[in-house]
């Protein structure tokens, strides 16, 4: 797929300096430069590399004035780095630009879906499933019985959506991950055995929702297992069931939330942070990587530690504890004196 620099500044609103039919085919650090991709400058210390690098194209800001020689076709626009990352986006809708239905794949009674589907092969729709248009499904997914799906949503290769789920417009699921599995429910018996407790709700996914590779989220026991809409899931969290994130909310990876906690929105949570159940998380909590969470966060904390404490507080502590070893032979040194 190519572009040349004149159809690159359309997209982008910009000027073309030099050859406005240069050709590019791929994308590049500006210092990894090589004939044939793009690339882009916006921070000033690395201004050196334009006159050496080798991309056909290059990016700039409309205040930049070469000072040397240049082989690289310039196009000029308001913001570098905001215009290579609309490109991005831009290159990204075009390389996933698929339809149609391809063989083998399963698609159960009663389904329903809009124009511009993209169905992979070795996938399975379920019965009575619906789903909006430009919907793209990777191969090997697996979408159960009665879910509904909205506009514009992408699910990668190998997700897994069990039944009931509803997942709202615009939504990105990455590969392996798993929405809709039975909660961890279990009734302990007298004789030491566990009995299991039927998870019979369902998960409800928003709009403009992105969730990484390998995440998984437990259907409710009762009711509903929410994402809110904007939230930002990143790879291998574990999400139980009953749990509701607000809108907004980013976690990194490794983070595990147990059974019927709700955490408010515009939070962000560090990976590897793990949650009690039932807890209370206010918004706008700043939450450090490893951190541990049992105890319910008012609006507006930032916290770290296991168990987590606030986060100036902590720092404060953590200067002690790295002295702890002095500290304790000087309190020896004292007693020895005072004896």
């Not at 400058?41 to 205040?63: E, F, W």
């Not at 009711?223 to 990143?234: A, H, P, Q, W, Y």
């Not at 059974?259 to 939070?267: A, D, E, R, V």
């Amino acid at each position: 797929m190519k572009f040349t620099a004149e159809q690159i500044a359309g997209i982008l609103e910009g000027e073309v300096v030099g050859n406005p039919n240069a050709e590019v085919a791929t994308l590049s650090k500006i210092e990894e430069g090589v004939e044939g991709s793009l690339t882009f400058l916006s921070n000033p210390k690395y201004a050196n590399y334009i006159y050496t690098t080798k991309a056909t194209i290059t990016i700039v800001n409309h205040s930049f004035v070469p000072e040397n020689e240049i082989s690289t076709t310039l196009i000029k626009v308001e913001d570098a780095y905001k215009s290579f990352s609309k490109l991005l986006e831009y290159y990204n809708q075009v390389k996933l630009m698929k339809s149609g239905i391809e063989q083998p794949s399963v698609i159960s009674e009663n389904v329903t879906y809009g124009d511009n589907l993209y169905l992979g092969s070795f996938s399975y729709i379920g019965k009575n499933v619906k789903i909006g248009a430009n919907v793209k499904i990777y191969p090997n997914c697996f979408i159960g019985d009665n879910v509904v799906i909205g506009d514009d949503c992408v699910f990668f290769a190998g997700v897994k959506i069990y039944s009931e789920t509803i997942i709202g417009n615009n939504c990105n699921i990455h590969s392996g991950s798993i929405i809709g599995s039975d909660g961890f429910g279990f009734a302990p018996n007298p004789d030491g055995s566990f009995t299991k407790i039927p998870q019979i709700g369902n998960v409800i996914i928003e709009d403009n929702i992105d969730i990484g590779s390998c995440t998984t989220i437990d259907r409710a026991t009762i009711g509903s297992t929410i994402i809110r809409k904007g939230v930002k899931l990143d790879n291998q969290i574990q999400i139980a069931h009953n749990v509701e994130i607000g809108e907004n909310t980013v976690i990194a990876a490794q983070t595990g939330i147990a059974g019927s906690t709700k955490i408010g929105k515009n939070c962000m949570i560090g990976g590897q942070v793990g949650f009690a159940g039932h807890l209370i998380i206010g918004d706008n909590v700043r939450i450090q990587a490893q951190s541990g969470i049992g105890k319910n966060i008012r609006e507006g904390e930032t916290l770290q530690g296991s168990p987590s404490f606030n986060y100036g507080d902590w720092n404060k502590s953590y200067v002690h504890f790295r002295n702890l070893p002095k500290i304790v032979a000087e309190v020896e040194e004292l007693k020895k004196k005072i004896n």
